[in-house]
């Protein structure tokens, strides 16, 4: 099976997982919206959902196009099932998320939420986090200033290397509240947990793309079906 099939069944699988009258949390990126594309089906053949709630300006407009109704995170009550893709699945589900630019939105539905299911293809499961740049969001104002306090972090954790300014065609990427992404080439993130709260100290830093104690199950589409994996 190629990596987009091993998606798409893991998207298939996440997508039996919800039941009538739930709000689902619909992630972002390309193994998140072959979920959404899967719910919607779901929904075709007579199962009718509360409502998705978007991570992103990206799958809102997919969601509509497939005809699932939406809620913001604010207009939610609850949000029973989350299900979203990740860069990294490393020991004890922890993730690290963001290649798409949403981690804020992303990690703010999660942790409303009652369930959170990460799905992804074979690749992404890993023995340590970091092959997978870290993704971390920053406000714009003196960005440079903090990408500097942001490096003083990493040299506290044996990572060298320099976050680097996330750019398309020339031009910074804006996440959907207008923040920017600086990319950590961090190889392998040994404390995990020590790295995510020193970072969320730094004053410019929105937050990171780690997703630590967050997952409740991750399903991981193999050659050989769709595996489930526990923390």
């Not at 719910?39 to 407009?61: F, I, Y």
């Not at 972090?153 to 996330?166: G, Q, T, W, Y």
């Amino acid at each position: 099976m190629s990596a987009d099939d091993q998606k798409r069944a893991a998207g298939e699988a996440a997508a039996a997982l919800v039941e009538a009258g739930m709000v689902v949390g619909l992630g972002t990126g390309s193994t998140a919206a072959w979920f959404v594309r899967a719910l919607a089906e779901r929904m075709k053949c007579g199962l009718t959902v509360a409502a998705g709630v978007p991570t992103s300006e990206a799958t809102a407009s997919l969601a509509r196009e497939l005809g699932i109704p939406l809620q913001t995170l604010d207009e939610a009550k609850r949000i029973d099932l989350t299900v979203d893709g990740a860069d990294e699945i490393g020991p004890g589900l922890a993730l690290i998320k963001g290649g798409g630019a949403a981690l804020l939105r992303e990690k703010l539905v999660w942790e409303a939420s009652d369930r959170c299911v990460c799905i992804a293809d074979a690749a992404k499961v890993v023995p340590t986090l970091g092959r997978f740049h870290l993704p971390i969001e920053v406000v714009a104002f003196g960005h440079r200033k903090t990408a500097n306090r942001i490096l003083d972090v990493l040299i506290d954790h044996e990572i060298e290397m320099p976050a680097k300014l996330r750019q398309k065609d020339g031009a910074p990427v804006l996440t959907d509240g207008g923040n920017l992404i600086y990319d950590a080439n961090c190889v392998a993130i040994h404390n995990p947990a020590g790295l995510a709260d020193d970072l969320k100290r730094v004053t410019g830093v929105v937050d990171h793309g780690l997703f630590l104690d967050l997952c409740d199950e991750a399903l991981v589409g193999t050659d050989a079906g769709v595996d489930r994996m526990l923390p």
